[in-house]
């Protein structure tokens, strides 16, 4: 009897759960597309109707919602603006950001202070890069966690059972910046900074919320000190009923600030809330901010690292732009904060470091599992 451990390691199984008749060769599938340097939109450029079977997944790993849950909203957060500093306005922004990231992991922010018209032509400079002729976009080709910033499809194509429906490209841009000659022609550079600074000051807001020193998480455990850029491209599909824009999975990182094109109505983002997916359809100019695995460790379980997707969609091509902040050092010590233990309180997980953890996670893929539980004591 096939179980569903076998589906999940299996590389012959199709979207059906059945061994198809005839030896399916995935790895040569694999190659033969990663070797075009087209990505999914290269697929998409062909004019196919039916998509590789690289692509398909099993039904019950890509079920929709039953029932829409319009009732449900992920909170939307006011920082205030020239306000986010006012001593009385602060304490409202900290109790709602703590509030939201113990129940649901997951807010959106508005009022932030990063222009609009910066917002938009980092998401349209994104869209042309991918939209260019292969052979512009292909000098770029490279795998995830290049030195240099790389466009790619799927980071973990060759480990996982099944591809998404997706382009990327990654860049790091913190500590060190790239050499801006290493960039494509037109990526807005300063984009970053503007994400770098909001990524700090929603950290500061977290770290008053678990009742330490505003400046703890940045200047103790040097939280907003590792910055990864990342761009998704999702073409529309063919038939998005077999496949996934993203995997359901978690952030191996402390936050996520994830930002959306304005006037981007296809709901494809949804988190995992109270054992439901749940739509997440931002106001024009907000931002996303998740929690990451590494936060929820370091606050003891206080805050919440949530399981999250992207479902595909006939509808596109959509596009994301998401600031994944973690702290440095192979060394750098990650674990329960020592301050928010207690005898009521004791730590839940071991000790490990930085990249220990954002290795192991980068090795597993997204296989739709969380790497937490592996470090509980």
Known sequence: MVTDQDFSSRDDINSTGKIPSEAYDRMKELKAFDETKAGVKGLVDEGIEKIPQMFHRRPVDIIRNEKPLAEISIPIIDLGGEKMYDSEHRKVVVEQIRDASEKWG???????GIPQNVL????????????????????YYGRYLSNKP????????FTRPTANWRDSY???????????????????FDYSKY?????????????????????????????????????????????????????????????????????????????????????????????IVNIGDLLQMMSNDRYKSVEHRVLANHSGPRVSVGSFFRTLGEDKFCGPIKELLSETNPPIYRDTTIDEYYNFSISQGLNGISNLPYYKL
């Not at 997951?106 to 932030?112: A, G, K, L, S, W």
């Not at 790389?150 to 194509?157: E, G, M």
């Not at 990654?170 to 807005?188: K, L, T, Y």
């Open 106 to 112: 997951f807010f959106q922010v508005i009022n932030h």
């Open 120 to 139: 938009d032509e980092m998401t349209d400079k994104f869209r042309e890069f991918n939209e260019q002729p292969t052979e512009e976009k292909a000098m």
């Open 150 to 157: 790389a466009y790619f499809s799927n980071f973990d194509l």
């Open 170 to 188: 990654s860049c790091n841009m913190a500590p060190v910046p790239p050499n801006p000659e290493d960039f494509p022609p037109g990526i807005v």
């Open 195 to 287: 994400v770098a600074k909001l990524g700090s000051q929603v950290l500061e807001f977290l770290s008053e919320g678990l009742g330490l020193k505003r400046d703890y998480l940045n200047k103790v455990m040097d939280c907003d000190k590792g910055h990864v850029m990342v761009s998704h491209y999702y073409p529309g599909c063919p038939e998005p009923e077999l496949t996934m824009g993203t995997t359901e999975h978690s952030d191996p990182t402390i936050i996520t600030l994830l930002l959306r094109p304005s006037g981007d109505t296809i709901s494809a983002l949804q988190i995992c809330h109270q054992n439901q997916w749940v739509d997440v359809s931002p106001p024009p100019g907000a931002f």
